[in-house]
């Protein structure tokens, strides 16, 4: 009998050590039903919703839970709102400018869009309580040209519905950024984007600013795919979070996509800064591990999926190159977005990003970051600017290269890009 009551004791300790283990493969069972469509959906939505809720009623300055850099430089934590507003927008342009559809997925973009019209009017309004910091601190026409970004990606269903005060009001904001004079890197091309911007939209632009940015960029092109940031070089991620991108869109708006020259512009060619952006897109793909990381180097490393925003902007524009089938690049992409934002630890108390890399890591930040900053990460979404029934999301998954090699598969080999 007591034989029998230890073994039935230990049948049951043992089903009892099965139980977390059950739970697990369920929770795992769940998670895998999602698609890798609804999956970033559901991320991309976490991430602006604390946003766009409280400044589409003028109280994102009230309720924010900001956070700074623990050698925060002293500037007005005000840029705070108008970073984390601009860089969100940025990559949520796209997705919001879908048309609506009675889905899930639908009903999340359309609240969006709503919440998303309502703050572009609160950020330049002066009554405002969210009237956005657009008088003060150079750092604001960095982030002006992240609002400006999301007005060239998003023109049709972001722009044109703004009433007309408020688009006046935004070519004023827009032109009185030229009072900051940027500094010879990077910098130059949110100028660029500025006024590219207002050139869309037909106001009066600076040319100048323009030309002389896209000018300098393509003479800071170092070769197979990289750019430096100014005369010297970096290895940091600059070229997917801004260099890339931001010449190749200006370029786009100067060009007529590719059909006219810019005439006074040595190397103002958009077909080759394609060219170029698809190489470095072969790069950050093989970057990409196994099990859905990357190498954590450089500065604004706290921009977490930003990094893979040249990726984000050819699957969206249709400029995969042939090496990189759409399956093979969403593949990688989910795996990084998920293994990034799977959980909670990236955000804090208040729901907004926190600042770290993987968690709240606050003293990897650079002097200039504070929460605002990290919305950034954003741009990695922009392929939801596809529709669903778009290859990129239809096609079978496959994996990608670095999986491939790991794995003992067959892979291609790699080569330098030469023009």
Known sequence: MIKKAKNFFFFLLAALALVPLQNVSAKKKVEKSQTDREAWCNILYKMAVPVLSNMSEGKLHENMLVELSPTWDGRDKGVTYMECFGRLMAGLAPWISLPDDDTPEGLQRKQLREWALKSYAQAVDPQSKDYLLWRKEGQTLVDA?????????????????????????????????????????????????????????????????????????????????????????????????????????????????????????????????????????????????????????????????????????????????????????????????????????????????????????????????????????????????LPANDPFWTDASLPWTSKKAWGGDDFPRDHAFYE
């Open 145 to 385: 040209a992240y609002v400006a970004e999301s007005f060239l990606r998003g023109y049709d269903a972001l722009w044109l519905p703004l009433d007309s005060l408020t688009k006046q009001r935004y070519i004023a904001e827009f032109q009185g950024l030229r009072r900051v004079d940027p500094p010879y890197t990077n910098w130059l091309l949110f100028s660029s984007t500025v006024e590219c911007f207002l050139k869309k939209a037909g106001a009066q632009a600076d040319n100048y600013r323009i030309t002389s940015a896209l000018r300098k960029v393509d003479e800071w092109y170092v070769g197979d795919g990289w750019y430096s940031d100014g005369p010297d070089f970096a290895f940091d991620y600059y070229n997917s979070y801004v260099l890339h991108p931001m010449y190749v869109e200006c370029l786009e708006v100067m060009t007529n996509g590719g059909k006219n020259h810019i005439w006074n512009v040595k190397g103002g060619d958009f077909p080759k800064a394609v060219k170029r952006m698809q190489r470095f897109g072969m790069i950050l793909e093989r970057l990409v591990s196994p099990e859905g990381t990357f190498p954590v180097f450089g500065r604004s490393i706290t921009y977490r999926t930003a990094v893979l925003q040249p990726l984000a902007l050819l699957a969206l524009r249709g400029w995969l190159p042939k090496e990189l089938p759409g399956g093979q690049v969403r593949a990688a992409m989910t795996a990084v977005i998920e293994r990034m934002f799977g959980d909670d630890h990236n955000f804090n108390a208040k729901g907004f990003l926190t600042l770290g890399f993987n968690g709240s890591q606050p003293n990897i930040s650079d002097w200039y970051t504070d929460n605002g900053s990290l919305y950034m990460a954003s741009l990695a979404f922009l392929p939801l600017g």
